[in-house]
C-alpha cells in the first residue's frame, strides 16, 4: 500500500532551515545525509526548546532506533526548507515523529522522514527506561495529530 504524498496540513509544528551551498550534491540535488541532518535537527531543537532544558542532561536520552525518508520531489540550493512536524504515537519508553521537508510554496512535502526515538538510561546507555522522562512526554503529546 503507497501511502499519500504528505501535505503540510498533516503536520502540527513548524521550523524553517536554510540550505547550504555544500549540501547539493553533483546533480544539483539535495545530499541524501542532509536530509537526515535536518529531521534529526528539528527533533532534537523541538525537544529543548519545549523541555526548556539541555535535554543531554536528562536522566534518560533518546537514542535513536529507527529513521527513514520518502523522497517525492528535489530540494535544493538557495531556498529555505520549512519543516513540518507531528508525533505518530508515544509509546511508555519511545517516540514515533514524522518530519516533512518543504520548499516554496508547494503544500505537497519534498520529502518525509520518519524518525524513532528510544529512551534509555543517560549513565548505562544499554538500558532502556520505562517510562520516559515526564519532561519528554509533556513536550511531545503536544504534537500529537488530534
Request: with cysteine; aromatic share 8%.
Given at each position: 500500500?503507497?501511502?499519500?504524498?504528505?501535505?503540510?496540513?498533516?503536520?502540527?509544528?513548524?521550523?524553517?532551515?536554510?540550505?547550504?551551498?555544500?549540501?547539493?550534491?553533483?546533480?544539483?540535488?539535495?545530499?541524501?545525509?542532509?536530509?537526515f541532518?535536518?529531521?534529526?535537527t528539528?527533533?532534537?531543537?523541538?525537544?529543548?526548546?519545549?523541555?526548556?532544558?539541555?535535554?543531554?542532561?536528562?536522566?534518560?536520552?533518546?537514542?535513536?532506533?529507527?529513521?527513514?525518508?520518502?523522497?517525492?520531489?528535489?530540494?535544493?540550493?538557495?531556498?529555505?526548507?520549512?519543516?513540518?512536524?507531528?508525533?505518530?504515537?508515544?509509546?511508555?519508553?519511545?517516540?514515533?515523529?514524522?518530519?516533512?521537508?518543504?520548499?516554496?510554496?508547494?503544500?505537497?512535502?519534498?520529502?518525509?522522514?520518519?524518525?524513532?526515538?528510544?529512551?534509555?538510561?543517560?549513565a548505562?546507555?544499554?538500558?532502556?527506561v520505562?517510562?520516559m522522562?515526564?519532561?519528554?512526554?509533556?513536550?511531545?503529546?503536544?504534537?500529537?495529530r488530534a
Amino acid at each position: 500500500m503507497t501511502r499519500a504524498i504528505p501535505t503540510r496540513d498533516d503536520y502540527v509544528a513548524w521550523t524553517t532551515m536554510t540550505t547550504r551551498w555544500a549540501d547539493i550534491d553533483v546533480y544539483g540535488h539535495m545530499n541524501n545525509a542532509r536530509y537526515f541532518e535536518l529531521i534529526d535537527t528539528v527533533v532534537n531543537n523541538h525537544l529543548a526548546a519545549a523541555t526548556g532544558t539541555d535535554i543531554r542532561q536528562l536522566p534518560a536520552i533518546g537514542v535513536v532506533a529507527e529513521v527513514s525518508c520518502r523522497y517525492f520531489a528535489e530540494v535544493g540550493y538557495p531556498e529555505p526548507v520549512e519543516l513540518g512536524l507531528v508525533v505518530d504515537r508515544v509509546g511508555r519508553s519511545s517516540v514515533v515523529y514524522r518530519v516533512g521537508l518543504f520548499q516554496g510554496d508547494r503544500e505537497e512535502a519534498a520529502a518525509e522522514g520518519r524518525f524513532v526515538h528510544v529512551y534509555v538510561d543517560n549513565a548505562d546507555p544499554a538500558r532502556p527506561v520505562t517510562p520516559m522522562p515526564e519532561v519528554v512526554r509533556a513536550a511531545v503529546t503536544p504534537l500529537l495529530r488530534a
